[in-house]
C-alpha cells in the first residue's frame, strides 16, 4: 500500500502521485485494492479531555462544599470560586467544539466573559461596575472583534455578518439590568450606538443577512 506523508492518508490501487496534492509517495503499490485514498481516523482526545476536566471541577466543587460546612461565616470566596471553575470548564469546552471555527469561538469566548464578569460582581456584592462600565464597552468591542477577524480571514460578508448582527441585537439586554445601575448613561450610548450599527447591517448588509439567516436556520 502506499503513502502519502504531506496528507496523512493511505492509497490503495497503483498511483504515481498522490490524488489530492500530486506530492511523491511511498511504499509499495496494491494492484489489487480498489485505487481510492483511506483516511486514517484521529483519536478524539478532546471528549477525553472534558472528561477529565469535569471530573477535576466537581471534586473541586464538594471540596470547597465541605470547607464551606465546616468553616463559620461567610463563604463568598467558596461560590465566586466555584463559578470560576464552572465558567473554566465550559470555555474549555467552547474551545474544544469551535477550534475550527476563530470568529465564532472569539464571539463564544466574549459572551462567556460578559457573563462571568457581571457574576463576580453579583457574587461579590452587586456593586454595579459591570453593568454600569464593562459591559457597555464590551459588547461594542466584540461587534468590532468580529467584523475585523472576518475581514482578516478574507471571509465574504454573509459569512459572518450574522455574529456582529447578532451581539448588536444581543447588547439590548442592558435594559433589564437598569435597575441594578446607579449610571445608565454608558449602557444607554452603547445600546444606541450598536442599534445604529444594527441597523447599517440591516440596510447596506440586507442580502447577505438574509443568505446568513437562511443558512443559520436551514431555510
Given at each position: 500500500?502506499q503513502?502519502?506523508?504531506?496528507?496523512?492518508?493511505?492509497?490503495?490501487g497503483?498511483?504515481?502521485?498522490?490524488?489530492?496534492?500530486?506530492?511523491?509517495?511511498?511504499?509499495?503499490?496494491?494492484?489489487?485494492?480498489?485505487?481510492?485514498?483511506?483516511i486514517?481516523?484521529?483519536k478524539r482526545?478532546?471528549?477525553?479531555?472534558?472528561?477529565?476536566?469535569?471530573?477535576?471541577?466537581?471534586?473541586?466543587?464538594?471540596v470547597?462544599?465541605v470547607?464551606?460546612?465546616?468553616?463559620?461565616?461567610?463563604?463568598?470566596?467558596?461560590?465566586?470560586?466555584?463559578?470560576?471553575?464552572?465558567?473554566?470548564?465550559?470555555?474549555?469546552?467552547?474551545?474544544?467544539?469551535?477550534?475550527?471555527?476563530?470568529?465564532?469561538?472569539?464571539?463564544?469566548?466574549?459572551?462567556?466573559?460578559?457573563?462571568l464578569?457581571?457574576?463576580?460582581?453579583r457574587?461579590?456584592?452587586?456593586?454595579?461596575?459591570?453593568v454600569?462600565?464593562?459591559?457597555?464597552?464590551?459588547?461594542?468591542?466584540?461587534?468590532?472583534?468580529q467584523?475585523?477577524?472576518g475581514?482578516?480571514?478574507?471571509?465574504?460578508?454573509?459569512?459572518?455578518?450574522?455574529?456582529?448582527?447578532?451581539?448588536?441585537?444581543?447588547?439590548?439586554?442592558?435594559?433589564?439590568?437598569?435597575?441594578?445601575?446607579?449610571?445608565?448613561?454608558?449602557?444607554?450610548?452603547?445600546?444606541?450606538?450598536?442599534?445604529?450599527?444594527?441597523?447599517?447591517?440591516?440596510?447596506f448588509?440586507?442580502?447577505?443577512?438574509?443568505?446568513?439567516?437562511?443558512?443559520?436556520?436551514?431555510?
Amino acid at each position: 500500500m502506499q503513502f502519502c506523508n504531506r496528507c496523512n492518508i493511505a492509497i490503495t490501487g497503483m498511483k504515481k502521485c498522490c490524488p489530492l496534492c500530486e506530492g511523491e509517495l511511498t511504499g509499495e503499490p496494491d494492484m489489487e485494492a480498489a485505487a481510492f485514498p483511506v483516511i486514517r481516523s484521529k483519536k478524539r482526545t478532546f471528549p477525553l479531555l472534558l472528561k477529565v476536566a469535569a471530573f477535576i471541577v466537581l471534586v473541586c466543587c464538594i471540596v470547597l462544599c465541605v470547607l464551606m460546612l465546616a468553616l463559620p461565616g461567610k463563604q463568598m470566596w467558596a461560590w465566586l470560586t466555584m463559578l470560576i471553575l464552572a465558567i473554566t470548564w465550559v470555555d474549555l469546552a467552547v474551545g474544544c467544539r469551535y477550534r475550527y471555527n476563530p470568529i465564532h469561538l472569539v464571539s463564544v469566548e466574549l459572551l462567556l466573559f460578559i457573563l462571568l464578569l457581571y457574576m463576580i460582581d453579583r457574587v461579590t456584592g452587586m456593586h454595579g461596575w459591570s453593568v454600569t462600565w464593562v459591559n457597555p464597552i464590551l459588547f461594542p468591542v466584540a461587534v468590532i472583534t468580529q467584523f475585523s477577524i472576518g475581514k482578516g480571514l478574507g471571509m465574504y460578508l454573509d459569512e459572518f455578518i450574522i455574529y456582529p448582527a447578532c451581539t448588536a441585537v444581543l447588547s439590548l439586554i442592558q435594559i433589564f439590568f437598569f435597575g441594578q445601575n446607579n449610571f445608565p448613561m454608558p449602557a444607554i450610548c452603547s445600546m444606541a450606538i450598536l442599534a445604529v450599527t444594527g441597523l447599517g447591517f440591516l440596510i447596506f448588509g440586507f442580502h447577505a443577512l438574509r443568505e446568513a439567516l437562511h443558512r443559520a436556520l436551514n431555510l
